[in-house]
């Protein structure tokens, strides 16, 4: 696109908005930004330093250095931490409530955002996560809250962790879910909330393209 823009996608995990997003930005051939995947390699840190993902004092002492960067190769997201490639070791099952709990804490998402809003007024780009169009870039061009039923959501990540290798119980993962959803919309800064000028995508019964579409659709509009 010639203009500079900014999307943002909003909603709770398994909804579909990573994926769409994705799509989105090749559509529009503008970037991606992955900003769970930078919450996730805050998580990887912590774990390494055996520091409790909700210990704010202990996660304080080492985020304000963390050495965390985002490239872009082959026209994929790579996350780096300290110089390594963690973008497989970040998607692995023991690092999702971790990256939940650990988002919660302000201390992170200050630093996180500051980092996100740096790269999204440099070029146009598609963000998701949690709080973008309410808190990171409140005003963005174009905002969407992205949702499902929880138990679509479960089964759409049971599927994307069996395709990795991973066996884990719907149960178990319905569950894990659930504490996401309420630990994400209860946290005391920036929490998970739909936006007053966002449009709402419920999107239980729609595929991925679906979803592009009807976005896209928006956009154009």
Known sequence: MKRHINIALDGPSGSGKSTVAKMLSE???ILYLDTGAMYRAAACKAM?????????????SFIGDLDLSIRYIDGAQHTFLDGKDVSE????PEVSM?????SSLKCVRLKMV???????????CILDGRDIGSYVLPDAEY???VTADAKVRTARRQKELRERGFEVGFDELLAEIEQRDFNDKNRDFAPL???????LIDTSSLSVEEVAEKILSFIER
């Open 27 to 29: 559509k529009l051939d």
């Open 48 to 60: 390494e330093l055996g520091i409790d993902t909700l210990d704010e004092k202990g996660v304080s």
């Open 89 to 92: 070791r970040i998607r692995k």
């Open 98 to 102: 971790a990256a939940s709990n650990i």
């Open 114 to 124: 500051a980092m996100q809003r740096e790269i999204a007024a440099s070029m146009s």
């Open 143 to 145: 905002k969407f809250y």
């Open 193 to 199: 909330v739909q936006a007053k000028d966002a449009v």
